[in-house]
């Protein structure tokens, strides 16, 4: 049996992938593929083996949809992280509390504020704001580091 024979005998009787093919004749992908593509049977059999694929993954993601068991969260944890957000939020934005820090305030109206030449926030000049909105936050907080272990630096 010629060589060429044998490549589109296991190609089309056998269909097995031009790899394959490659390894077991010992010949480079490219001449496999161009022996395969030389043929009259090569655009039914790219059809073909479309379809089947094409067919199996659809097989492949049912059975792996109806037998997938996504892992369960613990809905109590998540629950009590709402739960515990919620409240802050309550208390920043109530109107009993009045000592709203200006770092939040700055939080909860990010586009009334612009950074200065110093890395501080300023608000708006262009704005029309009551004396106990707060002109001007700084940013510029010391993290603690080695050396001062036991100082510790509130960011409100």
């Not at 097995?16 to 655009?43: C, F, H, T, W």
């Not at 909860?108 to 004396?131: E, F, Q, V």
Request: net charge positive; aromatic share 8%; proline share 3%.
């Amino acid at each position: 049996m010629d060589t060429k024979e044998q490549i589109l005998d296991l190609y089309y009787n056998k269909h097995l992938k031009q790899n394959e093919i490659a390894k077991l004749v010992g010949k480079s992908n490219p001449y496999i593929s161009k022996i395969v593509k030389s043929d009259n049977r090569s655009k039914t059999e790219k059809e073909n083996r479309k379809t089947e694929n094409a067919e199996k993954r659809r097989q492949y993601l049912k059975d792996y949809f109806t037998s997938y068991e996504r892992p369960k969260k613990e809905k109590e944890n998540l629950y009590e992280q709402l739960k515990v957000l919620h409240e802050q939020d309550t208390k920043e934005l109530s109107y009993k509390n009045s000592n709203i820090s200006a770092y939040v305030f700055r939080q909860w109206n990010p586009n009334a504020y612009h950074r200065d030449s110093k890395g501080n926030m300023r608000i708006d000049r262009n704005l029309k704001t009551s004396c106990d909105v707060p002109k001007l936050i700084n940013m510029n907080i010391q993290v603690p580091t080695q050396k001062c272990k036991k100082r510790c630096i509130c960011s409100y």
